[in-house]
């Protein structure tokens, strides 16, 4: 039998309850199940992130509350520190509250997640997504 340790989270009532739904939806046996199932997954994201290795290009979809103190600011001083990899930004509006940029970025794998991860940890940051490719004359036949 697997050791279990005991924990206690906070969330906001409104993803608790679309937590909920799914839960019902997918069938799990209990909230600790598709909690435990969903830390799985981070880890597996993580692990795979943190794997990667040498030229690489990609985006970076960041979607955050523009209200948020300082975000924009932040996001944008983030960015200006690894201008070497950034090849573009695109930024969109999502409604009154939220924006989305997209950054493109090309260079070194282990750069790319360091900016990554220092956006991600933002306050007012909601959501980020990194997606990477390989570079057009690297890939396999």
């Known amino acids: 039998m697997v050791d279990m340790d005991r924990i206690s989270i906070s969330l906001p009532t409104n993803l608790l309850a679309e937590f909920d739904e799914i839960i ?6 209990s909230r600790s199940e598709a909690i435990r ?17 040498g030229d ?10 523009h ?23 695109i930024h969109m509006h999502l409604d009154h509250d939220h924006c989305m940029e997209v950054v493109l970025v090309k260079g070194d794998a282990s750069e ?7 956006l991600t940890s933002q306050k007012g940051v909601k959501q980020v ?11 396999p036949q």
């Open 24 to 29: 019902e939806e997918r069938g799990y046996a």
């Open 37 to 53: 199932d969903s830390i799985r997954d981070y880890l597996i994201k993580h692990k795979w992130i943190h794997s990667l290795e």
């Open 56 to 65: 690489r290009a990609g985006t970076i979809s960041i979607i955050y509350d």
């Open 67 to 89: 209200h948020s103190t300082d975000v924009m600011e932040k996001l944008t001083n983030i960015q200006h520190d690894y201008e070497k990899l950034i090849v573009a930004t």
């Open 112 to 118: 790319i997640k360091e900016l990554t991860d220092k």
């Open 129 to 139: 997504k990194l997606t990477v490719m390989v570079p057009g004359g690297n890939i």
